[in-house]
């Protein structure tokens, strides 16, 4: 099992940016898969969630309408848009699979089976 994610990077605030976490060696469609972040000091916290069997999303308060997330299950690969960035948004954002529902991503890391390596997004203000 593997997941990358790529696409980080440093940008000015209000800048965008575009993440992906490609997945392999489970079924795609079967498993939630979902962002997290997380910045120097602070607990690792839950962004934003897809899952391709239903259609769900999930998103926290902080990047409804700004982020977007998306998949493609014929790349087995999940998306996430980052638009109008904050300094705040600063992190390192990883992505994990769990076989679940998205809303699990409000009970904490410890749900999520698989995890990928994090890629830095940078916000300069």
């Known amino acids: 099992v593997q997941l990358v994610e790529s696409g980080g990077g440093l940008v000015q605030a209000g800048g965008s940016l575009k993440l992906s976490c490609a997945a392999s060696?489970?079924?795609?469609?079967?498993?939630?898969i979902g962002w997290f972040r997380q910045a120097p000091g602070k607990e690792r916290e839950g962004v934003s969630c897809?899952?391709?069997?239903?259609?769900?999303?999930y998103y926290t308060d902080s990047v409804k309408g700004r982020f977007t997330i998306s998949s493609d299950s014929a790349k087995n690969t999940v998306y996430l848009q980052m638009n109008s960035l904050k300094p705040e948004d600063t992190a390192v954002y990883y992505c994990?699979?769990?076989?679940?529902?998205?809303?699990?991503?409000?009970?904490?890391?410890?749900?999520?089976?698989?995890w990928g390596q994090g890629t830095q997004v940078t916000v300069s203000s």
């Open positions: 897809i899952r391709a069997s239903d259609v769900s999303t």
């Open positions: 060696g489970f079924t795609f469609d079967d498993y939630a």
């Open positions: 994990a699979a769990g076989s679940h529902a998205c809303s699990w991503i409000e009970y904490g890391v410890s749900w999520w089976r698989f």
